[in-house]
Structure formats: C-alpha cells, structure tokens
Nanobody, 122 residues
Framework: HVQLVESGGGSVQPGGSLRLSCVYS????????MGWFRQVPGKEHEGVAI???????DYLDSVKGRFTISKDKAQNTLFLQMQALKPEDTAYYYC?????????????????RGQGTQVTVS
C-alpha cells in the first residue's frame, strides 16, 4: 500500500531556508500527481506545490519564486525546497499523492498523505 513519510521541518527565522523530504513507497507508477500541502489550525488545507506525471510543476502564488518542488525517482523521494521563508509560511506541511492521476493535478484527489511535519517561521 502507499506510504509517505515526511521529514525536514523545524523552526527558522524569517528569510531562512528549509528542505522538506517525503519518502514514498507502494506506488505502482511514480509518474503520478504528487504535491505538498499545508494547514494552519482553523484554516483550510492549502495546496503549496504540485508536480505532474511529466515532471511539470506549479505553485501557490504566494510561494512562487521561493519554493521549489522536485522528485528523485531513484530515491523515491519528493522534496520541497523553501527559501526566503516568511512568518505566514508557518504551517503543518504534508506530502500527498493521487496514484490514479498524472495530469491536471490541481484537480486530483490527493487521498494518500503522510503524517506531516511542522514548519515554524518566527
């Protein structure tokens, strides 16, 4: 079955950087929709970045130019490089995948997700 395990969260000052990692397993095909999401208590989950089956990427407007999503297929790992972090980036971040979709990923059903990792910028 599909498993996703995140790491790399922590506390950082504004302007700092963090890299989140998500090791995935159980996917029959790695060229599927994968993404990073975040949630602040009391607010809706927010899609931060997605990577489609063909490798194309897209981002939430507020993180464009600061965050980079990438995938290392050899290591079965999804990354989120975060730079120039702002206090408003503080949230619980998790990776997710829809193993049945490979394109138009913002519309995918990201039903498989990891346990998440806290990112605090202050």
């Amino acid at each position: 079955h599909v498993q996703l395990v995140e790491s790399g969260g922590g506390s950082v000052q504004p302007g700092g950087s963090l890299r989140l990692s998500c090791v995935y397993s159980g996917l029959a095909e790695s060229r599927v929709c994968m993404g990073w999401f975040r949630q602040v208590p009391g607010k809706e989950h927010e899609g931060v970045a997605i990577i489609e089956g063909d490798g194309s990427t897209d981002y939430l407007d507020s993180v464009k130019g600061r965050f980079t999503i990438s995938k290392d297929k050899a290591q079965n790992t999804l990354f989120l490089q975060m730079q120039a972090l702002k206090p408003e980036d503080t949230a619980y971040y998790y990776c997710a995948t829809d193993p049945f979709s490979y394109q138009r990923c913002w519309s995918a059903d990201f039903d498989y997700r990891g346990q998440g990792t806290q990112v605090t910028v202050s």
